[in-house]
Protein backbone atom coordinates (compact mmCIF):
# COMPACT_ATOMS: atom_id res chain seq x y z
CA UNK A 1 0.00 0.00 0.00
CA UNK A 2 1.50 3.74 -0.78
CA UNK A 3 1.60 5.97 1.91
CA UNK A 4 1.65 9.21 0.91
CA UNK A 5 -1.74 10.08 -0.10
CA UNK A 6 -4.51 12.26 0.89
CA UNK A 7 -7.25 12.07 -1.77
CA UNK A 8 -10.18 15.39 -2.46
CA UNK A 9 -13.14 15.43 -4.35
CA UNK A 10 -15.06 13.23 -7.23
CA UNK A 11 -16.08 14.62 -10.46
CA UNK A 12 -19.29 13.13 -11.08
CA UNK A 13 -20.52 12.41 -14.39
CA UNK A 14 -16.64 11.56 -15.69
CA UNK A 15 -17.69 9.62 -19.25
CA UNK A 16 -14.74 7.52 -20.62
CA UNK A 17 -13.61 8.36 -24.23
CA UNK A 18 -14.19 5.01 -26.69
CA UNK A 19 -10.05 3.49 -27.05
CA UNK A 20 -8.42 4.60 -29.89
CA UNK A 21 -7.80 2.27 -32.50
CA UNK A 22 -4.01 2.52 -31.84
CA UNK A 23 -4.40 1.03 -28.11
CA UNK A 24 -7.82 -0.76 -28.65
CA UNK A 25 -9.05 -4.44 -28.34
CA UNK A 26 -10.25 -5.70 -31.55
CA UNK A 27 -11.00 -9.03 -30.47
CA UNK A 28 -12.24 -9.19 -27.26
CA UNK A 29 -13.14 -12.77 -27.33
CA UNK A 30 -8.99 -13.36 -27.71
CA UNK A 31 -7.96 -11.94 -24.76
CA UNK A 32 -6.61 -13.84 -21.79
CA UNK A 33 -9.11 -14.87 -19.09
CA UNK A 34 -9.05 -11.65 -16.32
CA UNK A 35 -6.44 -11.74 -13.64
CA UNK A 36 -8.41 -12.16 -10.19
CA UNK A 37 -6.16 -11.25 -7.37
CA UNK A 38 -4.59 -9.95 -4.26
CA UNK A 39 -1.60 -8.27 -2.91
CA UNK A 40 0.81 -8.55 0.01
CA UNK A 41 4.23 -7.20 0.88
CA UNK A 42 7.16 -9.58 2.14
CA UNK A 43 8.13 -6.99 5.29
CA UNK A 44 4.33 -6.32 5.76
CA UNK A 45 2.96 -9.70 6.62
CA UNK A 46 6.09 -11.33 7.34
CA UNK A 47 7.65 -12.10 10.80
CA UNK A 48 10.64 -11.10 11.59
CA UNK A 49 13.69 -12.82 13.16
CA UNK A 50 13.40 -12.56 16.87
CA UNK A 51 17.40 -13.85 17.33
CA UNK A 52 18.16 -11.05 14.51
CA UNK A 53 19.95 -13.37 12.22
CA UNK A 54 18.61 -10.60 9.20
CA UNK A 55 17.06 -7.50 9.47
CA UNK A 56 16.01 -4.73 6.97
CA UNK A 57 16.59 -0.98 7.16
CA UNK A 58 13.01 -0.70 8.36
CA UNK A 59 13.84 -3.09 11.26
CA UNK A 60 17.04 -0.63 11.91
CA UNK A 61 14.40 2.03 11.85
CA UNK A 62 12.32 1.02 14.39
CA UNK A 63 15.29 0.72 16.59
CA UNK A 64 16.25 4.33 16.26
CA UNK A 65 12.50 4.83 17.33
CA UNK A 66 11.18 6.23 13.78
CA UNK A 67 8.26 3.93 14.44
CA UNK A 68 5.53 4.49 16.67
CA UNK A 69 5.14 0.47 16.95
CA UNK A 70 7.46 -1.99 15.50
CA UNK A 71 6.26 -4.73 13.51
CA UNK A 72 5.69 -8.40 15.11
CA UNK A 73 4.53 -11.65 15.04
CA UNK A 74 1.17 -11.03 15.00
CA UNK A 75 0.92 -11.83 10.58
CA UNK A 76 3.02 -14.50 10.77
CA UNK A 77 2.99 -15.51 7.14
CA UNK A 78 5.87 -16.70 6.35
CA UNK A 79 5.38 -19.82 8.74
CA UNK A 80 2.06 -20.17 7.62
CA UNK A 81 2.02 -20.06 4.08
CA UNK A 82 -0.52 -22.96 3.58
CA UNK A 83 -2.75 -21.06 5.74
CA UNK A 84 -2.65 -18.15 2.87
CA UNK A 85 -2.77 -19.81 0.40
CA UNK A 86 -6.32 -21.80 2.14
CA UNK A 87 -7.90 -17.83 2.22
CA UNK A 88 -6.71 -17.50 -1.71
CA UNK A 89 -8.94 -20.63 -2.47
CA UNK A 90 -11.95 -19.64 -0.52
CA UNK A 91 -11.26 -16.20 -1.98
CA UNK A 92 -11.32 -17.90 -5.57
CA UNK A 93 -8.38 -15.60 -7.01
CA UNK A 94 -6.39 -16.82 -9.95
CA UNK A 95 -3.01 -14.98 -9.23
CA UNK A 96 -1.31 -14.10 -5.79
CA UNK A 97 1.30 -10.69 -6.05
CA UNK A 98 4.04 -11.30 -3.25
CA UNK A 99 7.06 -10.58 -2.49
CA UNK A 100 10.85 -11.95 -1.41
CA UNK A 101 12.44 -10.37 1.44
CA UNK A 102 16.21 -8.97 0.04
CA UNK A 103 17.44 -9.00 3.62
CA UNK A 104 15.70 -12.68 4.64
CA UNK A 105 17.61 -14.50 1.63
CA UNK A 106 20.80 -12.44 1.78
CA UNK A 107 21.46 -11.68 5.51
CA UNK A 108 25.04 -10.53 4.95
CA UNK A 109 26.50 -9.42 2.09
CA UNK A 110 26.97 -12.15 -0.54
CA UNK A 111 25.58 -14.78 1.61
CA UNK A 112 22.69 -16.54 0.95
CA UNK A 113 20.38 -18.04 3.09
CA UNK A 114 19.40 -21.52 0.95
CA UNK A 115 16.59 -22.65 3.22
CA UNK A 116 14.74 -19.21 2.89
CA UNK A 117 15.11 -19.41 -0.88
CA UNK A 118 13.78 -23.04 -0.76
CA UNK A 119 10.85 -22.35 1.32
CA UNK A 120 9.96 -19.24 -1.39
CA UNK A 121 10.09 -21.72 -3.65
CA UNK A 122 8.27 -24.45 -2.26
CA UNK A 123 5.48 -21.65 -1.93
CA UNK A 124 5.32 -20.73 -5.66
CA UNK A 125 5.11 -24.44 -6.06
CA UNK A 126 2.12 -25.01 -3.77
CA UNK A 127 0.48 -21.95 -5.41
CA UNK A 128 0.54 -23.52 -8.61
CA UNK A 129 -0.51 -26.69 -7.26
CA UNK A 130 -3.84 -24.54 -5.91
CA UNK A 131 -4.37 -23.27 -9.21
CA UNK A 132 -3.45 -19.73 -8.31
CA UNK A 133 -0.74 -18.17 -10.29
CA UNK A 134 2.56 -16.34 -8.35
CA UNK A 135 3.59 -13.21 -9.55
CA UNK A 136 6.70 -12.18 -7.78
CA UNK A 137 8.34 -8.53 -6.96
CA UNK A 138 11.63 -8.43 -6.24
CA UNK A 139 11.67 -5.26 -4.24
CA UNK A 140 8.54 -3.55 -1.68
CA UNK A 141 10.25 -0.46 0.02
CA UNK A 142 12.84 -2.81 1.98
CA UNK A 143 16.50 -3.26 2.21
CA UNK A 144 18.70 -5.64 3.75
CA UNK A 145 20.41 -4.08 6.68
CA UNK A 146 23.77 -3.87 5.60
CA UNK A 147 22.55 -1.62 2.68
CA UNK A 148 21.55 0.96 5.42
CA UNK A 149 23.10 4.65 6.06
CA UNK A 150 20.89 7.10 8.66
CA UNK A 151 23.33 9.75 8.46
CA UNK A 152 24.05 9.93 4.51
CA UNK A 153 20.41 9.58 2.72
CA UNK A 154 23.18 9.54 -0.53
CA UNK A 155 24.50 6.32 0.83
CA UNK A 156 21.41 4.62 1.66
CA UNK A 157 19.24 1.93 -0.45
CA UNK A 158 19.67 2.45 -4.15
CA UNK A 159 22.12 5.04 -3.61
CA UNK A 160 24.55 2.95 -1.15
CA UNK A 161 28.14 2.40 -3.15
CA UNK A 162 27.22 -1.29 -3.27
CA UNK A 163 23.48 -2.09 -4.67
CA UNK A 164 23.86 -2.10 -8.03
CA UNK A 165 25.95 -5.12 -7.55
CA UNK A 166 24.46 -6.73 -4.96
CA UNK A 167 20.64 -5.94 -6.84
CA UNK A 168 22.07 -7.88 -9.93
CA UNK A 169 23.45 -10.77 -7.76
CA UNK A 170 20.43 -10.94 -5.61
CA UNK A 171 18.45 -11.03 -9.06
CA UNK A 172 20.53 -13.88 -10.14
CA UNK A 173 20.85 -15.79 -7.35
CA UNK A 174 17.15 -15.78 -6.75
CA UNK A 175 15.31 -15.97 -10.07
CA UNK A 176 16.33 -19.02 -11.31
CA UNK A 177 15.19 -20.78 -8.11
CA UNK A 178 11.58 -20.00 -9.08
CA UNK A 179 9.55 -22.73 -10.47
CA UNK A 180 8.78 -22.37 -14.28
CA UNK A 181 5.26 -21.69 -13.36
CA UNK A 182 6.84 -18.22 -12.46
CA UNK A 183 6.98 -15.90 -15.60
CA UNK A 184 5.47 -12.29 -14.05
CA UNK A 185 8.06 -10.64 -12.46
CA UNK A 186 7.91 -6.87 -11.19
CA UNK A 187 11.56 -5.60 -10.02
CA UNK A 188 10.25 -2.84 -7.99
CA UNK A 189 7.00 -1.95 -5.68
CA UNK A 190 6.51 1.90 -6.18
CA UNK A 191 9.53 2.99 -6.78
CA UNK A 192 7.96 6.94 -7.31
CA UNK A 193 6.15 7.03 -3.73
CA UNK A 194 9.24 5.48 -2.18
CA UNK A 195 11.49 7.96 -3.73
CA UNK A 196 8.85 10.69 -2.45
CA UNK A 197 8.33 9.37 1.44
CA UNK A 198 12.15 9.41 1.35
CA UNK A 199 12.57 12.92 0.16
CA UNK A 200 9.80 13.19 2.83
CA UNK A 201 12.02 12.22 5.43
CA UNK A 202 9.06 9.44 5.94
CA UNK A 203 10.72 6.55 4.97
CA UNK A 204 14.37 5.37 6.10
CA UNK A 205 16.97 6.94 6.38
CA UNK A 206 14.73 9.23 7.58
CA UNK A 207 16.58 12.81 6.80
CA UNK A 208 14.33 15.52 5.39
CA UNK A 209 16.04 16.05 1.42
CA UNK A 210 14.91 17.79 -1.53
CA UNK A 211 13.07 17.82 -4.92
CA UNK A 212 16.89 17.33 -6.00
CA UNK A 213 17.34 13.91 -3.56
CA UNK A 214 13.71 12.76 -5.03
CA UNK A 215 14.92 12.88 -8.95
CA UNK A 216 18.66 11.81 -7.97
CA UNK A 217 16.53 8.74 -6.18
CA UNK A 218 14.21 8.03 -9.44
CA UNK A 219 16.99 7.97 -11.92
CA UNK A 220 18.89 5.20 -10.12
CA UNK A 221 15.59 3.58 -9.37
CA UNK A 222 15.06 3.99 -13.37
CA UNK A 223 18.43 2.14 -13.94
CA UNK A 224 18.35 -0.79 -11.50
CA UNK A 225 15.06 -1.46 -12.97
CA UNK A 226 16.20 -1.44 -16.60
CA UNK A 227 19.27 -3.92 -14.88
CA UNK A 228 16.26 -6.02 -13.29
CA UNK A 229 14.59 -6.80 -16.66
CA UNK A 230 18.05 -7.41 -18.21
CA UNK A 231 18.57 -10.31 -15.73
CA UNK A 232 15.79 -11.71 -15.36
CA UNK A 233 15.17 -12.00 -18.95
CA UNK A 234 18.50 -13.72 -19.47
CA UNK A 235 18.02 -15.80 -16.69
CA UNK A 236 14.32 -16.75 -17.93
CA UNK A 237 13.74 -15.70 -21.64
CA UNK A 238 9.82 -16.71 -20.97
CA UNK A 239 9.49 -14.13 -18.51
CA UNK A 240 7.20 -11.09 -18.57
CA UNK A 241 8.30 -7.65 -16.66
CA UNK A 242 5.17 -5.86 -14.80
CA UNK A 243 5.64 -2.57 -13.32
CA UNK A 244 4.17 -1.60 -10.42
CA UNK A 245 3.44 2.20 -10.29
CA UNK A 246 1.79 4.44 -7.68
CA UNK A 247 -0.59 6.82 -9.94
CA UNK A 248 -2.82 9.27 -8.50
CA UNK A 249 -5.17 11.15 -10.45
CA UNK A 250 -4.18 14.46 -9.78
CA UNK A 251 -6.28 17.96 -10.16
CA UNK A 252 -4.71 21.34 -10.37
CA UNK A 253 -5.06 23.29 -7.47
CA UNK A 254 -7.13 26.72 -8.20
CA UNK A 255 -4.28 28.34 -5.95
CA UNK A 256 -1.43 26.69 -8.58
CA UNK A 257 -2.74 28.81 -11.73
CA UNK A 258 0.45 28.37 -13.30
CA UNK A 259 0.29 24.55 -12.45
CA UNK A 260 3.79 24.54 -10.97
CA UNK A 261 2.56 21.59 -8.70
CA UNK A 262 0.35 20.01 -11.10
CA UNK A 263 3.34 19.63 -13.36
CA UNK A 264 5.10 17.99 -10.38
CA UNK A 265 2.34 15.65 -9.84
CA UNK A 266 2.10 14.31 -12.89
CA UNK A 267 5.84 14.56 -13.02
CA UNK A 268 5.78 11.80 -9.44
CA UNK A 269 3.19 9.93 -12.18
CA UNK A 270 4.84 9.63 -15.27
CA UNK A 271 9.05 10.08 -14.54
CA UNK A 272 9.92 6.71 -13.49
CA UNK A 273 7.53 4.61 -15.86
CA UNK A 274 8.71 6.82 -18.99
CA UNK A 275 12.27 5.42 -18.11
CA UNK A 276 10.79 2.07 -17.86
CA UNK A 277 8.32 1.85 -20.99
CA UNK A 278 10.76 0.41 -23.43
CA UNK A 279 11.03 -2.56 -20.82
CA UNK A 280 7.64 -3.45 -19.96
CA UNK A 281 5.43 -6.14 -20.76
CA UNK A 282 2.70 -5.76 -18.91
CA UNK A 283 2.08 -1.95 -16.68
CA UNK A 284 1.13 -2.76 -13.39
CA UNK A 285 0.15 0.40 -11.62
CA UNK A 286 -1.34 0.99 -8.02
CA UNK A 287 -4.47 2.98 -7.64
CA UNK A 288 -5.92 4.42 -3.92
CA UNK A 289 -7.46 8.03 -4.58
CA UNK A 290 -7.26 11.48 -6.75
CA UNK A 291 -5.36 14.13 -5.19
CA UNK A 292 -5.66 18.21 -5.63
CA UNK A 293 -2.01 18.52 -6.57
CA UNK A 294 -0.68 20.71 -3.55
CA UNK A 295 2.38 20.66 -1.13
CA UNK A 296 -0.16 20.39 1.16
CA UNK A 297 -2.08 17.23 0.50
CA UNK A 298 -0.29 15.07 2.66
CA UNK A 299 -1.50 16.30 5.46
CA UNK A 300 -4.95 17.57 4.51
CA UNK A 301 -6.38 13.98 4.83
CA UNK A 302 -6.39 14.14 8.81
CA UNK A 303 -8.94 17.06 8.68
CA UNK A 304 -11.26 14.78 6.30
CA UNK A 305 -13.93 12.91 7.77
CA UNK A 306 -17.24 11.25 6.78
CA UNK A 307 -18.96 8.52 4.86
CA UNK A 308 -17.28 8.92 1.46
CA UNK A 309 -13.51 9.15 2.78
CA UNK A 310 -11.29 6.40 4.36
CA UNK A 311 -10.35 5.50 7.66
CA UNK A 312 -7.10 7.97 6.68
CA UNK A 313 -9.44 10.55 5.36
CA UNK A 314 -8.89 9.70 1.53
CA UNK A 315 -11.96 10.74 -0.08
CA UNK A 316 -13.05 7.67 -2.78
CA UNK A 317 -13.33 8.24 -6.11
CA UNK A 318 -13.60 5.54 -8.73
CA UNK A 319 -13.83 7.39 -11.44
CA UNK A 320 -10.34 8.51 -10.58
CA UNK A 321 -9.29 5.10 -11.85
CA UNK A 322 -11.20 5.30 -14.94
CA UNK A 323 -9.28 8.72 -15.90
CA UNK A 324 -5.98 6.66 -15.09
CA UNK A 325 -6.35 3.79 -16.91
CA UNK A 326 -7.24 5.85 -20.08
CA UNK A 327 -4.66 8.43 -20.02
CA UNK A 328 -1.75 5.38 -19.02
CA UNK A 329 -3.23 3.81 -22.65
CA UNK A 330 -3.05 6.64 -24.61
CA UNK A 331 0.70 7.63 -23.35
CA UNK A 332 2.15 4.06 -23.38
CA UNK A 333 -0.44 1.46 -24.92
CA UNK A 334 0.68 -0.91 -23.24
CA UNK A 335 -1.88 -3.84 -21.20
CA UNK A 336 -2.35 -2.84 -18.32
CA UNK A 337 -3.33 -4.78 -14.47
CA UNK A 338 -4.35 -2.47 -11.51
CA UNK A 339 -2.15 -4.56 -8.88
CA UNK A 340 -2.87 -2.85 -5.97
CA UNK A 341 -6.35 -1.12 -4.84
CA UNK A 342 -7.94 -1.10 -1.45
CA UNK A 343 -9.60 1.19 1.03
CA UNK A 344 -8.42 1.39 5.08
CA UNK A 345 -11.86 0.94 6.87
CA UNK A 346 -11.83 -1.34 10.14
CA UNK A 347 -15.91 -1.56 10.34
CA UNK A 348 -15.79 -3.24 6.51
CA UNK A 349 -18.70 -1.29 6.20
CA UNK A 350 -17.38 1.09 3.52
CA UNK A 351 -15.42 -1.56 1.33
CA UNK A 352 -18.07 -3.33 0.04
CA UNK A 353 -19.02 -0.73 -2.22
CA UNK A 354 -15.59 0.35 -2.39
CA UNK A 355 -14.74 -2.52 -4.07
CA UNK A 356 -18.18 -2.51 -6.25
CA UNK A 357 -17.48 0.96 -7.61
CA UNK A 358 -13.86 0.12 -8.58
CA UNK A 359 -14.59 -3.22 -10.39
CA UNK A 360 -17.38 -1.31 -12.30
CA UNK A 361 -14.78 1.80 -13.39
CA UNK A 362 -12.81 -1.20 -14.85
CA UNK A 363 -15.49 -2.79 -16.07
CA UNK A 364 -16.20 1.02 -18.08
CA UNK A 365 -12.83 0.71 -19.41
CA UNK A 366 -12.78 -2.81 -20.98
CA UNK A 367 -15.93 -1.93 -22.34
CA UNK A 368 -14.55 0.89 -24.25
CA UNK A 369 -11.59 -0.86 -26.20
CA UNK A 370 -9.26 -0.31 -22.91
CA UNK A 371 -6.68 -3.31 -22.70
CA UNK A 372 -6.90 -3.93 -18.81
CA UNK A 373 -5.90 -7.49 -17.69
CA UNK A 374 -6.48 -7.96 -14.44
CA UNK A 375 -7.68 -6.70 -10.36
CA UNK A 376 -5.45 -7.06 -7.50
CA UNK A 377 -7.09 -6.33 -4.03
CA UNK A 378 -4.87 -4.73 -0.79
CA UNK A 379 -4.86 -6.73 0.58
CA UNK A 380 -5.33 -10.16 1.65
CA UNK A 381 -4.67 -9.69 5.34
CA UNK A 382 -4.69 -6.84 8.06
CA UNK A 383 -0.86 -5.98 7.26
CA UNK A 384 1.90 -3.61 8.79
CA UNK A 385 1.54 -0.21 6.94
CA UNK A 386 4.77 1.42 7.10
CA UNK A 387 5.14 4.26 9.27
CA UNK A 388 1.37 3.89 10.16
CA UNK A 389 2.13 0.58 11.51
CA UNK A 390 -0.90 -1.50 11.88
CA UNK A 391 -3.59 1.39 12.26
CA UNK A 392 -5.29 1.04 9.02
CA UNK A 393 -6.95 -1.83 8.11
CA UNK A 394 -7.27 -3.26 4.33
CA UNK A 395 -7.26 -6.75 5.05
CA UNK A 396 -10.13 -9.28 3.27
CA UNK A 397 -9.52 -11.73 6.25
CA UNK A 398 -8.57 -10.50 10.37
CA UNK A 399 -5.89 -12.51 11.77
CA UNK A 400 -6.28 -13.43 15.17
CA UNK A 401 -3.93 -13.97 18.02
CA UNK A 402 -3.61 -17.60 17.59
CA UNK A 403 -2.68 -17.09 13.70
CA UNK A 404 -6.24 -18.16 12.33
CA UNK A 405 -8.17 -15.93 10.01
CA UNK A 406 -11.27 -14.79 10.22
CA UNK A 407 -12.79 -13.39 6.62
CA UNK A 408 -14.57 -10.49 6.42
CA UNK A 409 -18.09 -9.84 4.50
CA UNK A 410 -16.52 -7.99 1.93
CA UNK A 411 -13.97 -10.86 1.06
CA UNK A 412 -17.35 -12.93 0.03
CA UNK A 413 -18.77 -10.22 -2.16
CA UNK A 414 -15.14 -10.35 -3.84
CA UNK A 415 -15.57 -14.28 -4.27
CA UNK A 416 -18.98 -13.63 -5.41
CA UNK A 417 -17.95 -10.69 -8.04
CA UNK A 418 -14.93 -13.50 -9.17
CA UNK A 419 -16.89 -16.74 -9.26
CA UNK A 420 -19.95 -14.44 -11.14
CA UNK A 421 -17.51 -13.08 -13.44
CA UNK A 422 -18.46 -9.87 -13.15
CA UNK A 423 -15.68 -8.44 -16.00
CA UNK A 424 -17.95 -10.46 -18.05
CA UNK A 425 -21.89 -10.56 -17.64
CA UNK A 426 -22.00 -7.99 -15.53
CA UNK A 427 -25.22 -6.10 -17.47
CA UNK A 428 -27.80 -4.91 -14.98
CA UNK A 429 -25.69 -3.05 -12.43
CA UNK A 430 -28.07 -2.56 -9.44
CA UNK A 431 -28.33 -5.94 -9.28
CA UNK A 432 -24.43 -6.85 -8.46
CA UNK A 433 -24.55 -3.84 -5.87
CA UNK A 434 -23.59 -4.68 -2.42
CA UNK A 435 -27.16 -3.60 -1.64
CA UNK A 436 -29.00 -5.94 -3.87
CA UNK A 437 -27.32 -8.61 -2.97
CA UNK A 438 -27.27 -7.65 0.56
CA UNK A 439 -31.15 -7.92 0.03
CA UNK A 440 -31.35 -11.12 -1.92
CA UNK A 441 -28.71 -13.35 0.23
CA UNK A 442 -27.00 -13.77 -2.81
CA UNK A 443 -23.60 -13.76 -1.27
CA UNK A 444 -22.28 -16.66 0.87
CA UNK A 445 -20.49 -15.99 4.14
CA UNK A 446 -17.17 -17.83 4.20
CA UNK A 447 -15.44 -19.99 6.59
CA UNK A 448 -12.72 -18.88 8.89
CA UNK A 449 -9.10 -20.44 8.11
CA UNK A 450 -6.96 -22.07 10.68
CA UNK A 451 -3.39 -21.11 11.13
CA UNK A 452 -2.66 -24.94 9.77
CA UNK A 453 -4.51 -23.55 6.77
CA UNK A 454 -8.02 -26.01 7.60
CA UNK A 455 -11.92 -24.44 6.82
CA UNK A 456 -13.35 -23.66 10.58
CA UNK A 457 -14.99 -21.66 12.63
CA UNK A 458 -12.59 -19.92 14.50
CA UNK A 459 -13.37 -16.49 16.04
CA UNK A 460 -11.53 -13.37 16.48
CA UNK A 461 -10.68 -14.72 20.07
CA UNK A 462 -9.60 -17.20 18.87
CA UNK A 463 -11.97 -19.84 20.53
CA UNK A 464 -14.44 -21.99 18.55
CA UNK A 465 -17.84 -20.24 17.37
CA UNK A 466 -20.67 -21.12 14.55
CA UNK A 467 -20.48 -17.28 13.70
CA UNK A 468 -19.42 -16.44 9.81
CA UNK A 469 -18.68 -12.68 8.80
CA UNK A 470 -22.08 -11.80 6.58
CA UNK A 471 -21.63 -9.04 4.25
CA UNK A 472 -22.40 -5.61 5.55
CA UNK A 473 -24.99 -3.40 3.67
CA UNK A 474 -22.29 -0.81 4.59
CA UNK A 475 -23.76 2.98 4.21
CA UNK A 476 -25.50 2.46 1.10
CA UNK A 477 -23.32 5.01 -0.53
CA UNK A 478 -22.15 4.08 -3.79
CA UNK A 479 -19.99 6.98 -5.81
CA UNK A 480 -21.28 5.75 -8.90
Known amino acids: MCACLGAMGCNAGYRIPKAPVSVAVTQPASQPPFWWGVSTAPFQIEEPDPSRRFATDWDLFADRGKLKTPRDQRVASFQHMDRDIAAMKALGVTHYRFGIEWARVEPARGKFDEQAIDRYRQFCNRLIAADITPIICLWHYTFPGWLADFDNPDNHGWLHPDAV ?11 PRMPEGVTVFAPQNEPNAYALLCAFGEFPPGKMTSIAYYDKLIEKEIETFRLAARVVRELRPDARIMSIQNLIDWEQDPLDPFA ?86 KTDHKRPDFLFDH ?49 KGSAALYRYYIEHDF ?10 TPKHLTASNA ?35 HSR
Open 165 to 175: AAWEQFIRKVV
Open 260 to 345: FWYDKAQNYNYHHLDGIKDDLDILGFNYYAREVASPLAMYLQRLRIGSNVTDLGWIIDADGLERVIVSLAMRYGKPMVITENGIAD
Open 359 to 407: LLAIRHTIDAGYDVRGYFHWSLLNTYEWMMCYEPVYGLYSVNSDKSLTP
Open 423 to 432: MGTANDVEKW
Open 443 to 477: VVALQPISAAGKAGTVASSGTTTTTTARLSPGPGH
